[in-house]
């Protein structure tokens, strides 16, 4: 997950100096709309809602899997795996060592 693009920002006219606290809160939010197994609402700082409930759920059982900071490090791994030490030396794309995934 991204937390957005300077023009993001500019287009939809919101203070850039706001962005970290945006993201936390919405990663928050996602994290409960995961694991949450009945309807919730939501009433943040920059988000607010009534009523959220995913259906279908996803299939994230175990909650150590389902934390944000699990799946957005998962998805760094898939995507980069230079990063993790486990793709060779030579490998100079993400694509280069399919066994790094």
Known sequence: MMRGTP??????NINPAESRERFAE???LIHCAWTETRPFGWLGRYYQYRTISIWP???LVDQDKASPKACCNRA???RMPWR???ARSGASSPTASPSAR
């Open 84 to 86: 993790s030490g486990s």
């Open 26 to 28: 919405a990663l928050h």
């Open 76 to 78: 760094i791994r898939a």
């Open 7 to 12: 023009n993001e920002y500019v287009t939809y």
């Open 57 to 59: 759920r996803p299939g």
